[in-house]
């Protein structure tokens, strides 16, 4: 069970690039999430999803995109790389979407635009 | 809106001591999550507090939550190196632990 996993580790971007970020889960999860995290903040929730075809934005989606063709993975999209979006990004699974149990993370992708 | 408030942000410790840290939060919930999460690594739950008046305790870590209050607290005993750690405090949007709306982070360090 490798559980969360996420690619790349690390990526640089010049400003105005695309690129997509992957998650995928093995634990048959039907809930997944898209977090950034900043320096001396909290998680920031971008997008997320509650099964195959569905997905929702959150507190932050401008600038990225995301879709759910299988229960597996959940892509994330950057469209047009900006400073701004230097952060790093997190996955996050849960098995039941009503909040008895906890949400499962992968290793995160660290992102830098310049 | 929702807004989840921690604090302290940085607490500096002496092994051998006890601490809380608080999260506060705006608006109603019945559950609160907490999680750990080391320098330059992933995020690892903790506890999940489901229910007012619930606690949970994990070896030097004890957990409470006052939904009356919008108050959940962290208390840290006979603290060790080991806990070092940036702890944080999650509020869901409703009912799902999809959507979690994050404070701020308390960073713990421990010296021996």
């Known amino acids: 069970n490798a559980g969360v996993t996420q690619t790349p580790k690390f990526q640089v971007l010049k400003t105005g690039q695309s690129m997509t970020l992957q998650c995928a889960q093995d634990?048959?999860?039907?809930?997944m999430s898209w977090y950034r995290q900043d320096p001396g903040m909290g998680l920031r929730l971008i997008h997320y999803?509650?099964?195959?075809?569905?997905?929702d934005q959150g507190e932050v989606p401008n600038g990225y995109n995301v879709s759910r063709s299988t229960t597996e993975d959940f892509p994330l999209r950057l469209l047009s790389a900006a400073p701004s979006q230097t952060s790093v990004y997190f996955c996050?699974?849960?098995?039941?979407?009503?909040?008895?149990?906890?949400?499962?993370f992968g290793p995160g992708t660290r992102l830098t635009v310049l | 809106e929702l807004k989840v408030e921690q604090n302290p942000l940085f607490l500096s410790m002496q092994e051998g001591k006890n601490y809380t840290i608080y999260c506060n939060y705006s608006?109603?919930?019945?559950?609160l999550y907490w999680y750990r999460q080391d320098p330059g690594k992933s995020l690892e739950s903790l506890f999940v507090?489901?229910?007012n008046g619930a606690v949970k305790q994990e070896g030097r870590l004890m957990a409470s939550l006052d939904t009356k209050a919008r108050l959940s607290t962290l208390h840290i005993t006979a603290a060790v190196h080991d806990l070092s750690a940036t702890y944080f405090c999650?509020?869901?949007?409703?009912?799902?632990?999809?959507?979690?709306?994050w404070g701020a982070g308390t960073k713990l360090i421990i010296k021996p």
């Open positions: 634990m048959n999860h039907e809930y």
């Open positions: 996050a699974s849960s098995y039941k979407g009503t909040g008895e149990d906890e949400q499962f």
């Open positions: 999803s509650v099964g195959a075809g569905i997905t």
């Open positions: 608006t109603t919930s019945d559950r």
């Open positions: 507090l489901l229910s």
């Open positions: 999650a509020v869901p949007r409703g009912y799902s632990n999809y959507q979690l709306i």
